[in-house]
């Protein structure tokens, strides 16, 4: 797996992840603590090596939380999207959605 942590979409995409998982955190969950850390890690140093750690940590957390970050960090990505775009001039800007951040409520089909 070769990482270049020298560009911005690199970066960005570690950033909402470590979001992301922000948003799932709950607290006493020895994984979702690694991962937290493991991404900001790789994110201070842009080191590689600490993106694998934080690769690893990922695939070792239970596929509920996955699916919980995944999501999260879906959801983000279209807003910084959305907000980035390109705008006209005769355009009002769209004013991302505030996401609460915390332990997740039931989800909704």
């Given amino acids: ?3 270049l942590l020298d560009d911005e979409a690199t970066l960005c995409s570690i950033e909402i992840l470590a979001e992301a998982v922000e ?3 709950v607290p006493g969950i020895l994984e979702l603590r690694t ?5 900001q890690e790789a994110l ?3 080191s590689p090596a600490a ?3 934080a690769y690893s940590a990922y695939s070792r957390i239970d596929r509920e939380f996955r699916d919980r970050i995944s999501h999260h960090a879906l959801t983000l990505a279209t807003q910084r999207r959305l907000s980035a775009g390109p705008m006209r001039s005769d ?4 004013a991302p959605r505030r996401v609460e951040r915390g332990i ?3 989800r909704r089909a």
């Fill in 1 to 3: 797996m070769s990482i």
């Fill in 23 to 25: 948003m799932a955190f």
């Fill in 35 to 39: 991962l937290r850390d493991a991404l």
């Fill in 44 to 46: 201070r140093s842009r």
């Fill in 51 to 53: 993106v694998r750690l």
């Fill in 91 to 94: 355009a009002m800007p769209i």
């Fill in 104 to 106: 997740d409520g039931p």
